[in-house]
Nanobody
Framework: QVQLVESGGRAVQAGGSLRLSCAAS????????MAWFRQAPGKEREFVAA????????YDPDSVKGRFTISKDNAKNTVYLQMNSLKPEDTAVYYC????????????????WGQGTQVTVSS
């Protein structure tokens, strides 16, 4: 079992930056692959980025690659999402997710989810 708590979301102007954090409970953080998803009003939840147990990363290439960076600190049981050059279309609730072993870009394969943190980007 792992519990996830996101933080760092807020309103920001286009072109700005934010860093989201996801703190995980439990002593086996290193066994989990972690990911960020987001969901805008009226849209399905979509994959943003993921990081594997060894720190390998993958991103949604169309929407965030080159602007967002996922990272983690195993000592702090925390995963981060650094978001730069934010655009109004990045507005969404951002969710942290975890699954054992290997990351995936499919939300259905993640067992654990946080409550989400709202990011609003104004033009």
């Amino acid at each position: 079992q792992v519990q996830l708590v996101e933080s760092g979301g807020r309103a920001v102007q286009a072109g700005g930056s934010l860093r989201l954090s996801c703190a995980a409970s439990g002593r086996t953080f290193g066994a989990y692959a972690m990911a960020w998803f987001r969901q805008a009003p009226g849209k399905e939840r979509e994959f943003v980025a993921a990081i594997g147990r060894r720190g390998d990363t993958t991103y949604d290439p169309d929407s965030v690659k080159g602007r967002f960076t996922i990272s983690k600190d195993n000592a702090k049981n925390t995963v981060y999402l650094q978001m730069n050059s934010l655009k109004p279309e990045d507005t969404a609730v951002y969710y942290c997710a975890a699954r054992l072993v290997r990351y995936s870009d499919s939300a259905a394969l993640y067992n654990y989810w946080g409550q989400g943190t709202q990011v609003t980007v104004s033009s």
